[in-house]
């Protein structure tokens, strides 16, 4: 006896194959929007998000609303900008799923958090922050926590100063004169001088320190992961308390910078010479 369930069908019974007449006028115009608001790094203002769709901003101005109202979009009060909201990416991630880089990083960050004893993270770049895929929490009392959606500064962050340590000197300039080098402790780099010098460094070791550059008494050690162009794509890191990671120099690098090399030939990168 056959005991297999049957699904439900993906298409009604009056579906029609034409595209032009099964599609949501307002709902296609809504993600045309989202997608040019995606593809522009640093937020974008409504007369150039109209512009940049061919509509209306009236029009572009009530389907932004319905997507802030889902947290989809967000904007800036200050600068009266509108970006891609967190929520867009909690809806994506359910594709993070079937990538390769999320999966094949996994097994990588369980043997990294193992070795050393603390949380290991992955982490993608997003303009001037970085948004946090997966994490393997250490069982300690005390470690960092970073819930898949959360942003945090890329200049302030070990995987984001990995990340820029590999873009090219006038894509760092752009995202520090859009974005700002904001102060979160005394130990922030807020300098673009002193930020090149660092980057510099990270090339040359390896592996980036967010030594309590974003939280006092936390410290993050990270390196990148690229992909088949040798493009610094992701991060992984570990976090923890900066009492409990003395070994944050060659040792724990070296570590990371391993693991991030593993990962990079997982998914069929290469890293560069």
């Given at each position: 006896?056959?005991?297999?369930?049957?699904?439900?069908?993906?298409?009604?019974k009056a579906f029609?194959?034409?595209?032009?007449?099964?599609?949501?006028?307002?709902?296609?115009?809504?993600?045309?929007?989202?997608?040019?608001?995606?593809?522009?790094?640093?937020?974008?203002?409504?007369?150039?998000?109209?512009?940049?769709?061919?509509?209306?901003?009236?029009?572009?101005?009530?389907?932004?609303?319905?997507?802030?109202?889902?947290?989809?979009?967000?904007?800036?009060?200050?600068?009266?900008?509108?970006?891609?909201?967190?929520?867009?990416?909690?809806?994506?991630?359910?594709?993070?799923g079937r990538t390769?880089?999320?999966?094949?990083?996994?097994?990588?960050?369980?043997?990294?958090?193992?070795?050393?004893?603390?949380?290991?993270?992955?982490?993608?770049?997003?303009?001037?922050?970085?948004?946090?895929?997966?994490?393997?929490?250490?069982?300690?009392?005390?470690?960092a926590f970073f819930?898949?959606?959360?942003?945090?500064?890329?200049?302030?962050?070990?995987?984001?100063?990995?990340?820029?340590?590999?873009?090219?000197?006038?894509?760092?300039?752009?995202?520090?004169?859009?974005?700002?080098?904001?102060?979160?402790?005394?130990?922030?780099?807020?300098?673009?001088?002193?930020?090149?010098?660092?980057?510099?460094?990270?090339?040359?070791?390896?592996?980036?320190?967010?030594?309590?550059?974003?939280?006092?008494?936390?410290?993050?050690?990270?390196?990148?992961?690229?992909?088949?162009?040798?493009?610094?794509?992701?991060?992984?890191?570990?976090?923890?308390?900066?009492?409990?990671?003395?070994?944050?120099?060659?040792?724990?690098?070296?570590?990371?910078?391993?693991?991030?090399?593993?990962?990079?030939?997982?998914?069929?990168?290469?890293?560069?010479?």
């Open positions: 006896m056959d005991m297999t369930t049957k699904r439900s069908r993906g298409r009604p029609n194959p034409n595209p032009e007449q099964n599609t949501i006028q307002a709902l296609d115009r809504a993600m045309a929007i989202l997608k040019v608001l995606a593809g522009r790094e640093g937020g974008m203002s409504l007369t150039e998000l109209a512009e940049a769709s061919g509509q209306a901003p009236a029009t572009v101005y009530r389907v932004l609303s319905t997507l802030e109202a889902h947290g989809i979009v967000e904007t800036q009060a200050a600068t009266q900008l509108w970006f891609v909201g967190q929520e867009a990416f909690r809806i994506g991630s359910a594709f993070l390769s880089l999320v999966e094949q990083a996994r097994g990588v960050m369980h043997a990294l958090m193992a070795e050393t004893g603390e949380t290991a993270n992955l982490a993608i770049a997003d303009g001037g922050q970085v948004i946090f895929l997966s994490q393997v929490e250490t069982q300690e009392p005390i470690r819930r898949p959606g959360t942003r945090g500064p890329i200049h302030a962050s070990g995987i984001g100063k990995a990340l820029l340590a590999y873009l090219p000197p006038a894509a760092v300039a752009r995202i520090v004169r859009e974005q700002g080098l904001a102060a979160f402790t005394e130990r922030t780099i807020t300098d673009p001088a002193r930020l090149a010098e660092e980057l510099a460094a990270i090339r040359a070791r390896g592996w980036a320190m967010d030594d309590e550059e974003r939280t006092e008494g936390m410290r993050c050690i990270a390196a990148p992961i690229f992909n088949e162009f040798r493009e610094a794509t992701a991060g992984v890191s570990i976090s923890g308390p900066t009492v409990r990671m003395a070994r944050a120099g060659p040792g724990l690098g070296e570590l990371v910078r391993a693991a991030a090399d593993r990962i990079t030939r997982a998914i069929g990168g290469t890293a560069p010479a």
